[in-house]
């Protein structure tokens, strides 16, 4: 049984792949022409919804938002938090945001989900102090799954790590 024109030799076969040293490099130069040409920064849940429904490719996105609230769930055995974020520049007080956002969101959950961009991090409690604190404007640098899920609500999935922010309140309390 003949499966086709098979290559007579390894070496007839190694020479049509590129090497691990060769696509390394290729991966380090793209990254340095990214890091040269920076992300696009986008910092409102209505600009991220337009770039989804686009479809199309997109340079580097790095996500600027301001945590409203994070909310404890388990899938299975699986602890989970849920990161609820509103546009960065929202110039609405956040007592008020939360009054209307998280107050009312069982109720309500496709609306306002619709509103926020829900970010999901695995293995953590909203207790955590490791977490920025609510009203605090989070850099988003790195996620996966980014999506916009029934053409209207804004979610992806990070890793702590991936996050950074600046604390509004940089007091230190000694216990």
Known sequence: MTLGALPATSAEVESTKSTPYQRMRELL????????????????????????????PTSKLLLRMKLLWISDHEYGQWKLIRMHFVDAQAPEPLDDMLSVFKVSYEANRQDIDSLLLTATLWNLESDSELLPSPGTIVDINEYSNLQLYNDTQCQLTTRLSQLSWEQANAEVQLK
């Open 29 to 56: 130069g793209a990254r340095a022409v990214e890091a040269e040409q920076g992300a696009t920064v986008v910092d409102s849940v209505e600009g991220l919804r337009e770039v989804l429904r686009r479809k199309e």
